[in-house]
């Protein structure tokens, strides 16, 4: 036994326990219903009403240019003036020929008018259907009524600039404005300067339209 006291013994090494390595988490294949809840849980909507605001304002800009080119397009609604000199100086020209000119001639302005009111009303109508509806933006609407109160002041301008014309002697008038531009077409044979600067001093100061953007037009 003493000689067993004698014996140094080693330390002994801490004991290291292997641990089993963990199972991995696994899943199976997911119930269908599952996933489809899953699905809806992360998906977003998408923004219709900012698509639709937007296409809104398209509809609206599309719809104002339409106008504006329908509205434009009386200046060649009304027929057009020929020539003088082919009007009366073709001796091949028959009886029946003659009367059909002088019966255009003399329905000139009242077909004018007839196409300068249609165009007109068709442009307010469709700018009243876009003030109107729900579906269109407040820029819409905005943009609709202002162009609406122009064609509305263009309207009173026409028709004070004909009154006056014809309170000088001119038989017959009509006035087109397109933006800051105006035609005036006058009924007579032949205008003289003091004529063609009195119509332009009427539509001035009647529309404020500067007279470079006059253009009066003679119509036998």
Same mark, same amino acid.
């Given at each position: 036994?003493?000689?067993?006291?004698?014996?140094?013994?080693?330390?002994?090494?801490?004991?290291?326990?292997?641990?089993?390595?963990?199972?991995?988490?696994?899943?199976?294949?997911?119930?269908?219903?599952?996933?489809?809840?899953?699905?809806?849980?992360?998906?977003?909507?998408?923004?219709?009403?900012?698509?639709?605001?937007?296409?809104?304002? /398209?509809?609206?800009?599309?719809?104002?240019?339409?106008?504006?080119?329908?509205?434009? $397009?009386?200046?060649?609604?009304?027929?057009?003036?020929?020539?003088?000199?082919?009007?009366?100086?073709?001796?091949?020209?028959?009886?029946?020929?003659?009367?059909?000119?002088?019966?255009?001639?003399?329905?000139?302005?009242?077909?004018?008018?007839?196409?300068?009111?249609?165009?007109?009303?068709?442009?307010?109508? /469709?700018?009243?259907?876009?003030?109107?509806?729900?579906?269109?933006?407040?820029?819409?609407?905005?943009?609709?009524?202002?162009?609406?109160?122009?064609?509305?002041?263009?309207?009173?301008?026409?028709?004070?600039?004909?009154?006056?014309?014809?309170?000088?002697?001119?038989?017959?008038?009509?006035?087109?404005?397109?933006?800051?531009?105006? $035609?005036?077409?006058?009924?007579?044979?032949? /205008?003289?300067?003091?004529?063609?600067?009195?119509?332009?001093?009427?539509?001035?100061?009647?529309?404020?339209?500067?007279?470079?953007?006059?253009?009066?037009?003679?119509?036998?």
């Amino acid at each position: 036994m003493n000689h067993l006291s004698k014996i140094k013994l080693a330390p002994e090494e801490p004991v290291t326990v292997a641990m089993a390595p963990l199972p991995l988490e696994t899943h199976s294949l997911a119930d269908p219903v599952e996933e489809k809840k899953r699905f809806f849980s992360s998906w977003k909507p998408f923004p219709w009403r900012e698509a639709l605001k937007s296409k809104n304002m /398209l509809i609206g800009a599309c719809v104002l240019l339409i106008v504006v080119a329908a509205y434009l $397009n009386i200046r060649f609604s009304a027929p057009s003036t020929p020539p003088i000199d082919e009007a009366n100086n073709d001796p091949s020209e028959e009886n029946g020929d003659q009367n059909t000119n002088t019966n255009d001639e003399s329905n000139y302005f009242a077909v004018a008018v007839i196409n300068r009111e249609r165009v007109r009303d068709e442009a307010l109508d /469709l700018l009243q259907t876009v003030a109107e509806s729900e579906e269109s933006t407040v820029e819409a609407r905005e943009e609709a009524y202002t162009e609406m109160s122009r064609i509305a002041s263009e309207i009173t301008y026409e028709i004070n600039i004909e009154n006056l014309v014809r309170s000088k002697g001119f038989e017959e008038c009509i006035a087109v404005i397109n933006g800051n531009e105006i $035609n005036v077409v006058v009924k007579s044979d032949g /205008l003289s300067m003091s004529e063609v600067a009195q119509i332009k001093e009427i539509v001035y100061l009647t529309s404020g339209i500067l007279p470079d953007n006059i253009k009066i037009i003679e119509k036998q």
